[in-house]
């Protein structure tokens, strides 16, 4: 099992504060350093206010020289799929190869409205996500040289150069992630390197990548994506250092275990991330909401990681 920190800096984050996490978790051997991609908290004041996903992905591309680095995921309303496709070749150029590419199609409202971003109805809110996804991965696609078109419905390129190119062949890992039981599957077996289920009880893990499974049957495609799951991390020495940190993200211990977080002691933890193996899953992404507790991150991968 693969680990990965995943962080929600709208929550209240800095750069520096990622920046901090990021090299912590480097130096620690996660395999990655995620992030979301929001613009409005979802509980408290935010402050100091949004950081851009990309522009701090590119930032800790020249900050950290080894861990993985990507979101979970970017949305499909926040930009359009030349401009995206661009942004992360060149962050993939920038970390040497690093990079890993989630992409949604948007579900908070309240981000759009403040911010002045459309947003569409669900419908074609997918939509507008399978253009998207079908443009960047063909730009990347695309022959040196040759030149990209695309006539949708909602995106139109013409003779597109196609430029540049990601450093990773055939291109960064493409995550497609939800919980949607007929068209994220579809949308994961036609161009997802690896699938993710966010936030979910363990129970509902394997019944969901089975899905997957069925999705890349029916189209013929014989290498399955990578299975991952995300959950909320709250790990302690002791009882009471777990629910000192669940008190300090606002949340209750044994609410967070019983909607799969990886939350207790290091064997606890152990426990718990072994049942989502069984599940299918080969990394998991586990939710660090307190920042400023670097202890956490370095405690996970000393009492924890080494277990597994």
């Given at each position: 099992?693969r ?11 800095s ?10 978790a ?10 979301s ?9 935010g402050?100091p206010?949004?950081?851009d996903a ?7 591309a020249v ?10 995921v970017?949305s499909a309303t926040?930009?359009l799929?030349?401009?995206l ?8 150029a920038m970390?040497n190869g690093?990079?890993?590419f ?6 908070f409202e ?7 971003i459309?947003f569409p109805p ?13 443009i ?8 040196a040289g040759?030149?990209?078109?695309f006539?949708g419905?909602h995106y ?13 062949s ?6 497609v ?16 390197d690896e ?6 009880k363990?129970?509902?893990?394997a019944?969901t990548?089975?899905?997957?499974r069925?999705?890349?049957a ?7 994506p ?6 909320v991390?709250?790990?302690g ?5 777990v629910?000192?940190?669940?008190a ?5 211990a044994?609410?967070?275990?019983a ?6 002691t ?6 718990t991330i072994?049942?989502?193996a069984?599940?299918?899953?080969t990394r998991?992404f586990?939710q660090?909401?307190d ?6 991150v ?5 009492e924890?990681a080494?277990?597994?």
């Amino acid at each position: 099992m693969r680990l990965v920190i995943f962080t929600e800096p709208q929550q209240g984050a800095s750069y520096d504060d990622l920046r901090r996490v990021a090299q912590t978790a480097e130096a620690s051997g996660y395999d990655g350093f995620f992030r979301s991609d929001h613009f409005v908290t979802m509980g408290g004041d935010g402050r100091p206010g949004p950081t851009d996903a990309w522009l701090t992905l590119a930032g800790l591309a020249v900050q950290t020289s080894r861990i993985r680095l990507g979101t979970l995921v970017s949305s499909a309303t926040f930009r359009l799929p030349g401009p995206l496709a661009i942004a992360v070749a060149q962050a993939d150029a920038m970390s040497n190869g690093r990079i890993e590419f989630g992409l949604g199609g948007g579900w908070f409202e309240t981000e759009h409205a403040a911010y002045g971003i459309p947003f569409p109805p669900l419908g074609e809110r997918f939509d507008r996500l399978e253009e998207q996804l079908e443009i960047i991965t063909g730009l990347w696609a695309t022959p040196a040289g040759r030149t990209y078109d695309f006539h949708g419905k909602h995106y139109q390129l013409s003779d597109s150069p196609a430029l540049p190119k990601p450093v990773q062949s055939p291109r960064p890992p493409v995550i497609v992630g939800g919980h949607g039981k007929r068209r994220t599957p579809a949308l994961a077996a036609r161009f997802a390197d690896e699938f993710n289920v966010p936030f979910s009880k363990i129970a509902d893990v394997a019944p969901t990548f089975s899905r997957v499974r069925e999705a890349c049957a029916a189209i013929g495609r014989t290498t399955l994506p990578t299975f991952s799951a995300a959950a909320v991390l709250c790990v302690g020495r002791d009882e009471a250092e777990v629910r000192r940190r669940a008190a300090a993200i606002g949340r209750e211990a044994d609410e967070m275990r019983a909607n799969g977080g990886v939350v207790g002691t290091p064997g606890e933890a152990v426990e718990t991330i072994q049942r989502y193996a069984e599940a299918g899953a080969t990394r998991l992404f586990l939710q660090t909401m307190d920042l400023s507790d670097l202890d956490h991150v370095e405690f996970v991968a000393a009492e924890v990681a080494r277990q597994l």
